[in-house]
Structures are given as structure tokens and as C-alpha cells.
């Protein structure tokens, strides 16, 4: 079962349906229970990087999400889901984020239409489990205001250009995380959506 973690901070219901019309059972659930218990464990967002922390410290989800990344559960984040998995975030002041990858959220450059909202290429950098079988420069669907600006360049698989180039598919053992919406990127995104489905959950 995979287990889509409920903060009230993202599009849920389409990443659930995404992942039921590929065949695989999907729950929406806020339950530090369900996320201890989960096999695989997705966490979307919209909205605002402290918005989403302090709905996780709230209902006590960051401690389970801990634990489950540490045991080698397969954890995707995205979005916002994915930026809240870093160090910080400026959006809004500065917000400490799950630190499970070094590096640091600023806002677009100055002179870019924020957000940026739409279909834009993906350029692979590297063999990634998370993007096997995807055509390299596939379009995917983005909308966000914040970027990753800093990060560990060695976990980076792949980037977009919006005006300058920047990571949106990030990588390290058992974390996945993308800035575009899978969910709403058509057949690339449901690649990507199987691919993480079918890792396996090697647990320590």
C-alpha cells in the first residue's frame, strides 16, 4: 500500500487516482500510524514551505517521517513536498525544513513571470530508478514560485531551464522528490509514478 500523507497542503486525490489507474492501491492519510506502518510513502504540496512544516509538526508526522526514510522506506516528495525535504526555505522568512538534503529554497530571479506555470522540458543528468524509461526532454507540468538553489549537485538527475537552469528531480538512496507534478505531467509523469511504485522497500 502506498501511503499519500495528508497535510492539508496538497492535490491528493489526483495523486491517489494516478496511482490507482497504474494498478496500485493508494491511501490518504494523516495517521503517524499509517505512515510507520506505510511500505511506500508520497508527500505532495501547494502553497508555502512554512505553511506545510508547521502542518507536519502539528499533526506529529515529521518524527514517523524520520524514522521511515531512516529504515529504507521509499519516500517521493512533491513540490512543495519536495522543498520541504531540504535544510530551509526563504519563502515567507526563513523556515527550517526535514533536512534529508542539504541545500537551501529561494524565491525565482527577479525578471522571471512568477509563478512559473506550465509545461517545460526535463533535461536528464544521469541514470536515475525514479526516470528509467522516460524519453529525455520530456515535458512535464510545473507551478511554483521557489526553486532549489542550493543542494548537493552529486544527487541531482535532472534539471529544467526557466530562464536559467535549476534542479527539479533530486535523488539519495531510498528519498525521491520532483518540483513538476507527476501527476498532472501526463505519460512521463506516470512513468514516473510506476517507477517509484515498483522500488523496492528494502528495509533496514
Given amino acids: 500500500m502506498i501511503t499519500i500523507i495528508d ?4 492535490n491528493l486525490r489526483s495523486v491517489q487516482k494516478a496511482f490507482e489507474h497504474l494498478g496500485y492501491p493508494a491511501q490518504i492519510s494523516s495517521s503517524p500510524d499509517d505512515i510507520e506502518k506505510g511500505l511506500k510513502l508520497v508527500l505532495p504540496g501547494d502553497g508555502a514551505f512554512g505553511d506545510e512544516m508547521k502542518r507536519l509538526k502539528e ?3 515529521t518524527s514517523p517521517i524520520l524514522e521511515a526514510v531512516g529504515k529504507g522506506v ?3 516528495g512533491i513540490c512543495v513536498g519536495q522543498q520541504v525535504l531540504f535544510d530551509a526555505s526563504e519563502e515567507f522568512g526563513n523556515h527550517r525544513g526535514l ?6 529554497i529561494k524565491r525565482l530571479p527577479e525578471g522571471l513571470p512568477v509563478p512559473h506555470m506550465g509545461w517545460n522540458q526535463l533535461h536528464l543528468k544521469k541514470n536515475s530508478s525514479l526516470l528509467a524509461g522516460v524519453a529525455p526532454e520530456s515535458f512535464v507540468y510545473f ?3 521557489y526553486y532549489i538553489a542550493e543542494c548537493d549537485w552529486a544527487e541531482v538527475t535532472a534539471t529544467t531551464d526557466y530562464g536559467f537552469e535549476f534542479p527539479v528531480v533530486i535523488e539519495h538512496d531510498n528519498v ?3 518540483q513538476f507534478h507527476p501527476e498532472k505531467s501526463q505519460c512521463p509523469g506516470l512513468r514516473l509514478l510506476k517507477n517509484f ?3 523496492p522497500n528494502v528495509q533496514r
Avoid: V, Y
Fill in 7 to 10: 497535510c492539508g497542503m496538497g
Fill in 59 to 61: 499533526l506529529g508526522l
Fill in 74 to 76: 521509499p519516500f517521493l
Fill in 99 to 104: 533536512g534529508l538534503f542539504q541545500g537551501r
Fill in 143 to 145: 507551478i511554483h514560485s
Fill in 176 to 178: 525521491f522528490s520532483t
Fill in 197 to 199: 511504485a515498483e522500488i
